[in-house]
């Protein structure tokens, strides 16, 4: 395509279009990865104290960055608040939920986490058209694009939810969407034990 023009402007809006492409390439490749990765047998993982409240600060801080439209708030639990959990792993829970969210919302996407009957949660919901509830276990299976106004043209491959599940699993809780009732979009809640015992000794691969 270069070759076809003489035009600078052209060539460099061609090579920004190229970059562009060469950027989604790498998502694809990164999610595949990882998805791959989380399906092969049992994973080796190093589970930690995590400071839910900084992490939730941190992934806002990382939304935000990006320039998104919706404004970025956070439900903070009381600081210290902490749950075991493979840090790299449930970051990528957070942030993947969050540009989800990012993609359908209007006007605002909500982080929150805390702690309950033993369990720890983290939860992503926005102000968008929702998911319908016949369709709320399929948007977890790999390459699922819903065909309605909350995936058109939205972007995004059909994995970043499927890694979610996948890593729920693994921390031995689960991963569900519903209706917010804040926000009226979808809230996705991911739960697991505060304590993940017999996994300790495991170390990330």
Known sequence: MLADTDDADDRYKQLGQLDGDIDELNKLIDEILTYAKLEQGIPVLNFEEVDLCALLQQVAK?????????????????EGTLAEAEQRYLHRVLQNLAGNAVRYA?????????????????AVEDDGDGIAEKDRERVFQPFTRLDDSRTRASGGYGLGLSIVSRIAFWF????????????????????WPIKQKNRNKLKLA
């Open 62 to 78: 990382e939304t935000e960055a990006l320039g998104v439209k919706p404004r970025i708030t956070t439900q903070l639990p009381p």
């Open 172 to 191: 031995g809780g689960n991963i569900k969407v519903e209706a917010s009732p804040t926000l009226g979009g979808a809230k996705f809640i991911m739960t």
């Open 106 to 122: 209007r006007s605002e996407v909500c982080l929150s986490a805390g702690i309950y009957d033993n369990c720890a949660y983290i």
